[in-house]
C-alpha cells in the first residue's frame, strides 16, 4: 500500500472499510465517539460508559496522558487512568480511544487501547508517526492547528505507508484571529478530505469551538456536510471537570444532541 | 435604537423580524438567495430569474459595480447592470441584492435594488456605512475576510445607530492559510453571531469556499447550524462566467441544492 | 504610465523619486512621519509640531477623520481638526498626512492635507482610490490588515492607473493569532515591497505592535531592512491620549528613537 | 529553578548567562550560528565549517534527522550525518547544533552533538521536552508555526522546570496567509521575549522568509531588534541542496552577511 507523493491518488482508491472490534469504520458509515477530556474516577468514567451505551455510542474516549500547554497543569491519571477507561469499556462493551504522546508507550498504550489517538499537537511528530505504522492497532489522527490538508494527508502517509492501513481522521479547528472560540472549526475539511482520500473523516466540536453552546449547531454542521463520525467531550459534572470543563457538556446535553444527530444521519 | 458599545446586549432583544417588499425576513425564516456574480447579458440574468422564480427562491442577487483586486479586472456593467437586474427581477417578482460600493451611489442604488449590499472589502467604511443607516432601504452586510464577530457587529451597529434597523448579517469565510480553499468558511459565526445579535444571519458558501463542489456540502452544514437564509453564486454556463467562475454553479446544481436545502430546512 | 495587471512589472522601473513640497520621497530616501493619532487641541498639535521641528521630522501625521470600529467612540474633531493640523504645520513648516475616509471629502482634505492616507479598512475601498488616482495630492496607502503583498500593490495599481504617481506604500501590521500584540508587524514586506515595486515603503511600527515598548526596537529593525521611512504616533501625555494611548509614545521617548535611527540610517 | 505558571516572573531574574564548551551565550551576547538544512557530504560540511571558522562564527549547524512533511522526501544522513557533523566540528574547533526528533535517540545525540535543537514541529511533543529537561545538554527550542509567545515560553518551562537551565529561544516565521514567503518572521518576538523571559533569543531568517533574497535584509533586522543570535542555513551549492534549497545562501553570501551582521551588532 504506497502512495505516490501526493496524497491526491488515494481518492482513485475505493473508500476504506475497515473494522474496530466487532463495529465498521469508513467514509459514510457514521459513528459517535465521547468520553471525558481526561479520566478522572472510577465513579465518572463508568457513569460516562453507561449513558452511552445506553444510547447507542459504542466508541468511548478518554485521556490518560495528558498534553498540556505547561508543565504545571493536570497531566492525567496515566496508567490507573488507561486502566480505568479499559475497565468500563469492557463492563460496558465499548471500543476506546486514548492519546498516546510517545512512541515509549506503544506497547502499554496497545494493550489497553483500541484507538491511538495523535493529537493535533504531534500531528508531525514523526517519530511516533512511524512507530504507530507498525502498530496493529488503528490511529486517529487529529489535525494539527495550524496544518494544511495536504499536511495532514501526508501525516497520514507516515502510518499508511508503514503498512497500518486504518486511519481516521480527524478536524478539530485551526488557530485563527478571533479569540471567541478556541479555534475556528473548518468544516469545509470535510468534503475536501474525502474527495482527497479513501480515509473516514470525523469532527471534533470540542476543540474546534471551545465552547459548550456551540457543541450542538456544530455537530449538526458536521453531519450535514458529511462527517463520518463525531467526537465530544462529554462529563458527568462539566463544571467540575479537570480540563477542558468551557467545552465539555453533560450527559443530559449529550443524549439531546445524539438524538439530533441520529435523526439527521437518517435523513441524509 | 440604540445600543451601548457593546454590541451583545442586542441579544436581549427580541429577534429582529422585518419585512422586505412581501417577504418576511429574520432570525429562523429561511430565505434563499442567489444568482450570478455579475450581470453580464440580458439573457444570463432573465435565465437565472426564471430559474428561481420556477423553484421559489425570492432573492436574486447580481453585480453591477464589482469590487476586483485589480483595476484592469472586469468592473461590472454599472448602471446598465442595475438595470437588467431591475428589470428581470420586475418581470419574475423577486427582490433583489447588489453591492453598492460608493455612497455617491446610493441615491441611483435606492431607485434599482431592493437589498443594499455592503461587501466584505467595505465592512469597515464607516462613511458608507453610515449613509446606508440613513437609507430607506435594507442592507446585507458581509464580513470582512479578517474581521471579528465584536467588528462586524460594530459596523452593524454604524447603521442600527443611524436609524436603520434592517440588517442582515452574512458569513462569506475568512483568510487563512491553507490556499486549497479560498477562504476558510467560518460556520461557527451563525450560531454566535445569534446569540449575540437579534439580527438574522446568513452563509454564502460561494466565496467562503471558492469551489464549486464545496457549496452543496456546505451550504447543508450552514442550514444545519441555523443559517437564516444562503447566498449562491449561479449561472447558466459557470465556465463562461466573467467573475468567480470556480465557485459558481449551473443551474441544474443549484436546483439540487435547492431540494437538498428546503428537505433540511423542513427536518430541523 | 500604465502597468500590466502584473505590478510586478515595475521593479523594472527606475525608483519613484518625487517631491511633496520641498521634501524628496522615494526608494532610499529616509523620512520620519509622527504626529498624534487624533488632532485633540491647539495645545497638544503644536507641541508636537515644535518638537518634531526641533528635530528634524519634515512631516507631523493627525487624524482628524477617524475610522473607529465603534460608531460610539471618538469619531475624531473633523473640519477643526484639519485647520488645527495646517495651522501648526505652517507654523513650523511641516508637511501634514491625514487620513482620508470619504470620497466626498476629497477638496476639502486637498485644501488642509499634503499627503492623504488611506487606511488599512480602507484598503480595498476602491471608489476612493480611485479618486484618489485623479487628485493632485500624494498618496499614503496603508496596507489592509489581512492583505498580501500583490493585494497591496494592486490596490496601489488603482491610484497609479489614475494618473497619480506619488503613492507611498505603509506596513502596518497584520492580523494573527497571538493577542499579545495588536497586530504581527511584518517587516519582510519591506524588502519584499521594495523589489516588487518601484514606490517607496515606510513601516508604521505603532498600529504594527499597538504596544510602547515595542516601538524602539521594531523601529530600528525597520531600518535595518530598509524601510524608506517610519510612522510614529507621538503625545505630549500619551496616558491621555484620546485613541490609540497604548501605542502611542511620549516626545521625550521620540526623541530617543529619532537619535537612534538617524544613527542607523546613516551607518547602513 | 521553578518558576510559577507565568512565565512572566522569569523576567524579574537576572539574564541568563551560560557557557557551551568554551562560548557564552545570553542576553545581550550575540552568537551567530550557520550551516547546511542537511548534512549531505564530507566535502559538503568540511568545506562549510572551513568557512565559518575562517569568518569568526562558533556554531555549526547541520541536520542528521530531517522533520520532512513527507515521508517519501530525503530523512536526512542520520548516524552517519552525526559522525560527519561532529567530525568537522572537531577539526575547525566548531560547537553543533543538530535536531533530535526522537526522546530515543537522546543518548546518541548527547554522544555527537553540543546543543540539542528541538524543531518548530515538536515545540509541542512534550514528552520529548520532558527528556530533554534531564539532559546535560542546552536546548535550542524552536517557535512553533502557530505558537503564541506563552505557549512558547510555557515550552521552555516544561525543560527548565525539569532542571536543564540552558535554553535558547528560537524565532523562525510564523503561518499566514500570504504565499509569497514561506512564513512571517514575527520579529517583535524578539524583544517581546526578552522582556518576559531571562533567555536568549535567537532568529532563524531561512525559515522565517523561505527566500534567499530576504536573508540579508532580515538578519539585519534581527540584530536592529536586539536578537541574541541568528541561525542561518548555507551550501556551498545552495541550488544543488537536498532540502531547503529556496531558503539556503552561498558561503560568499554568507561571508557579506556575516561582515553586515558584525558591523551593525557593534553599533548598537
Do not use: W
Amino acid at each position: 500500500m504506497k502512495f505516490t507523493i501526493e496524497p491526491k491518488s488515494s481518492s482513485s482508491k475505493p473508500s476504506a472499510i475497515f473494522q474496530i472490534k466487532n463495529e465498521t469504520f469508513g467514509q459514510g458509515l457514521f459513528q459517535m465517539m465521547a468520553g471525558p477530556c481526561s479520566v478522572e474516577t472510577r465513579e465518572q468514567i463508568f457513569a460516562i460508559a453507561e449513558c452511552l451505551s445506553s444510547l447507542g455510542v459504542k466508541v468511548l474516549r478518554g485521556g490518560a496522558f495528558k498534553p498540556r500547554s505547561s508543565p504545571y497543569s493536570f497531566q492525567g491519571l496515566g496508567l490507573a487512568g488507561l486502566q480505568l477507561l479499559k475497565e468500563a469499556a469492557d463492563t460496558y462493551n465499548l471500543i476506546t480511544v486514548s492519546e498516546i504522546m510517545d512512541g515509549e508507550d506503544l506497547h502499554l498504550m496497545e494493550e489497553h487501547v483500541d484507538i491511538l489517538q495523535v493529537g493535533s499537537r504531534n500531528m508531525q511528530n514523526y517519530s511516533l508517526l512511524k512507530k504507530l505504522g507498525k502498530s496493529s492497532k488503528p490511529v486517529l489522527l487529529k489535525r494539527g492547528c495550524s496544518a494544511t490538508y495536504h499536511e495532514l494527508l501526508l501525516s497520514a502517509e507516515y502510518i499508511l505507508s508503514g503498512g497500518n492501513e486504518r486511519v481516521i481522521l480527524c478536524e478539530r479547528g485551526i488557530r485563527s484571529f478571533d479569540a471567541y472560540t478556541r479555534n475556528v472549526l473548518d468544516l469545509s475539511a470535510v468534503p475536501v478530505l474525502k474527495s482527497l482520500s479513501h480515509l473516514p473523516v470525523i469532527v471534533d466540536p470540542s476543540h474546534g469551538t471551545g465552547r459548550r453552546e456551540l457543541i450542538e449547531p456544530m455537530a449538526k454542521a458536521a453531519v450535514a456536510c458529511g462527517a463520518d463520525g463525531l467526537m465530544i467531550e462529554v462529563h458527568p459534572t462539566p463544571d467540575e471537570a479537570l480540563s477542558d470543563k468551557d467545552q465539555t457538556i453533560s450527559l443530559e446535553s449529550f443524549k439531546k444532541i445524539m438524538g439530533d444527530v441520529q435523526k439527521l444521519v437518517h435523513s441524509l
